[in-house]
């Protein structure tokens, strides 16, 4: 399998932050790589798909870059309902593996 | 827009078989266009991919799964299901259906998730 990892493991930040995720892959995976959003007790919420696409109702402040092995979800302007963790995931191969999360926090 | 909802006991005992139902509104199962999925997130920790089914039966599965799991379709009631054998505490866990898009190659829809605890 594909494996994942994200840094930072969490983060704090404050409202009008501008927030990077980085996501990487043990191999490359050309930009087969999306976002999800997850809030505690509510389901997954898709941000981005195939590294930069950004989901049809997603704000425009969220975006995604990168290919290969490296990739990052940038926030530009935090705002409260962002507070989460977000999951990178590959969609290269089955089992399409998600990543451990980055949790974002208020400081 | 599709909606999916799982449903099942939230409560099972271990070296018992946990069985839970999505149920898909407003959406065919019997797209080519989707696979049926199953994620579990276990408490404070990230997500986990089960396994998925495609509309003609086909199943892919989480090795480390595979011997205990089975995922089936009933279209004609627009529902697919999971069964896991043989749980123990390690299974517990919030479990979620969700529908992956092929095109898109992403999970677009979700279930809200159900907990499932394993203890006697």
């Known amino acids: 399998d594909i494996q994942m990892t994200q840094s930072p493991s969490s983060l704090s930040a404050s409202i009008g932050d501008r927030v990077t995720i980085t996501c990487r892959a043990n191999?490359?995976?050309?930009?087969?790589l999306n976002w999800y959003q997850k809030k505690p007790g509510k389901a997954p919420q898709l941000l981005i798909h195939?590294?930069?696409t950004l989901q049809s109702g997603v704000p425009s402040r969220f975006g995604g870059s990168g290919s290969g092995t490296d990739f990052t979800l940038t926030i530009s302007s935090l705002q409260p309902e962002d507070f989460a963790t977000y999951y990178c995931?590959?969609?290269?191969?089955?089992?399409?593996?998600f990543g451990p999360g980055t949790k974002v926090d208020i400081k | 827009q599709v909606q999916l909802r799982e449903s099942g006991p939230g409560l099972v005992k271990p070296s018992q078989t946990l069985s839970l139902i999505c149920t898909v509104s407003?959406?065919?199962?019997?797209?080519?266009?989707?696979?049926w999925s199953w994620i579990r997130q276990h408490p404070g920790q990230g997500l986990e991919w089960i396994g998925y089914?495609?509309?003609?039966?086909?199943?892919f599965y989480n090795a480390s799964l595979k011997s205990r799991v089975t995922i089936s379709l009933d279209s004609s009631k627009s529902q697919f299901s999971l069964i896991l054998n043989s749980v123990t505490p390690a299974d517990t866990a919030v479990y979620f259906c969700?529908?992956?898009?092929?095109?898109?190659?992403?999970?677009?829809?979700w279930g809200q998730g159900t907990p499932v605890i394993v203890s006697s």
């Open positions: 969700a529908r992956w898009d092929i095109p898109v190659a992403a999970l677009d829809s």
């Open positions: 407003s959406g065919s199962v019997n797209s080519a266009n989707y696979y």
């Open positions: 089914i495609y509309y003609t039966g086909s199943t």
């Open positions: 191999q490359s995976i050309s930009i087969a």
């Open positions: 195939t590294a930069s």
């Open positions: 995931q590959q969609s290269y191969s089955p089992l399409f593996t």
